[in-house]
């Protein structure tokens, strides 16, 4: 079948551990060598080669170690057989929305979004367990074979549950919650494009910890910065009254960011450009303008209010070319309008002669009529200027509480201390586009999916939301005052409205009333039918195929008649189709259309990207229509063809066109 040009999908997840030992073979060739009967690196030789001096074995060095980590390290490079499944029935508008809300274990999730959303997610904002000693943490067991390792590398405890509580008795209390964030974190870093960007919340426990596998993981020289979120004092202080958190910003590739446009566009700069525009040289007229604005706006003195004339080009800000901080040249500079030297500021020039030199070019220095005064420098505004975010927010939870309780129709919030949409939203607004993928796979509340909506209704975007969750039955008997409160709440809304008692229920609940609220909310509004509220429900799974799919060694005459398909019985088409489509790294928001030839159903993707047909006996119709359509890919059920020279004919036929797959 290979001249045929015939692909045998793989239907699991990439091996990053193969793929990096080839990477490498391709600088270092010489570094090969075999280990039970495996390619693998002979390490002590790369070592040696990536040394100046002799290796003769580990030294000391800068570095976070832990127990664990390389055992961490190996399960994020290990393959996994899972799956999404989609769920069309807890969906909103599965046929047309972008957006996805997957349930599952956000590591599993993670590698099995690996290709498909390779350097394709814009934002990642995550709120991941705090490790305080009441909070639960994923459970990672490093004790097992390696073989059990493979073969099982998320277990649950006796009593089926990934999260345990990770109390400060706990002899691993740190390395069990830094495993837990490294290979997500090294999972995730994948997917972030390289001008993307991170938001990580956190709080006093675990931020010096996580600082560092950040800088290990996403490069010290891309952090940005330590944001401090003023919220709510806790209670019960002792000394000191904390009051804030942090959220750690770090982006993929510092340089690739700094050609992209971070920041948030403020309407008030287009509305100072049009004052200034409209009245041209009439300075008289714009100060009178300019006082009423700025007390409609309530701008202050320092801020904004300091720009004062404009010219064609945009406004532009008077101010001082003395620093008074600046210990400059002192050197003599000539006053352009009069030829004269200008006066020297006391502590020197803010700025170089050759900086000076520019800024004449470029029109940026306002010469005064007197020597006796200093210059001025020209601060050019336009309408599309852009703020960005600051290292200081204050934020108000109560207000996404109270939001949250009238939402549900409840007494008290059915989420404990729910992320704040407004600076969310901030975080959104701020990589300034509005065409992306913006991911959450700690998503808790779900509040990273109504900031995205929010922030599409502003601007009239088309940003997309991926949220991941694990189900996680809600649970009052681990819970003590206030979040037995909240627990049972949620459980009695849930046990109200007919739903499992899971968190992901309650989750999916809060994106679907508040989509439901904002359009109702925005009725007016032009183009609203068009806002994206809905979201394709997908959940993990083990692989739509029998084991004997990947060990055909261990077929015996005992199994055979089994063997009549590899598909396993309670799959759907659906679930097949999402299959490949994770398989050959197709993006899963993409729009399905299903089609009837022949009385044969075959699947669509967007943009040409896959046709897909899981019947048997495939007519010569449905083939022509499928030639029609050129696809990228196409893919089929082993089972469709009538025989063997009806599928190598088949094959021949579109492999002219496209690359042919069955499974």
Known sequence: MNELNLDKLKMQTPNKTNENIENILKLFPNVSTEIDGKKAIDFDLLRQILSEDIVEGDEERYRLDWPGKKASLLKANTSINKTLCPCKDESVDFENTQNLYIEGDNFEVLKILSESYLNKIKMIYIDPPYNTGKDFVYKDNFTKSKDEFEDDINLRDEDGN???????TNGRFHSDWLSMMYERLLLARDLLKDDGVIFISIDDNEVHNLRKICDEVLGDKNFVAQIIVDGTPKNDPYVVSTSHEYCLVYIKDFEEVKKAKYGISNPIYQSLVDIYQENENDFGTIEKHLKQFYKENNLISGNIANYKYADKNGVYRIGPIDDPQNSGPKDNRINLKTGNFCKVPNRGWSCTIDTWNDWIKNDLIKFPDNDETIPDKKTYITGDRLD?????HKIQTRKDTDYLKKLFGLNITPFSNPKPRALIEMFIKNTNDKDSIYFDFFSGSGTLAEAVINTNLSDNGNRKFILVQLQEEIKTECSTGKQKKISQAAMDFLKKEKKNNIITEIAKERIRRAGKKIKEDNKDKEGIENLDIGFRVLKTDTTNFKDVYYHPSQLGQGNLLNLESNIKEDRTDLDLLFAIMIDLGIELSLKITPQKIDNITIYSIENSELIACFENNISQAV??????????????????????NVKINTIQKLSTITTVSVI
């Open 162 to 168: 990934k999260l345990f509580k990770n109390t400060d």
């Open 623 to 644: 083939i022509e229509e499928m030639i029609k359509q050129k696809p990228y890919q196409v893919v089929f059920k082993d089972g469709c063809f009538n025989n063997d």
């Open 388 to 392: 960005v975010l600051r290292s200081y």
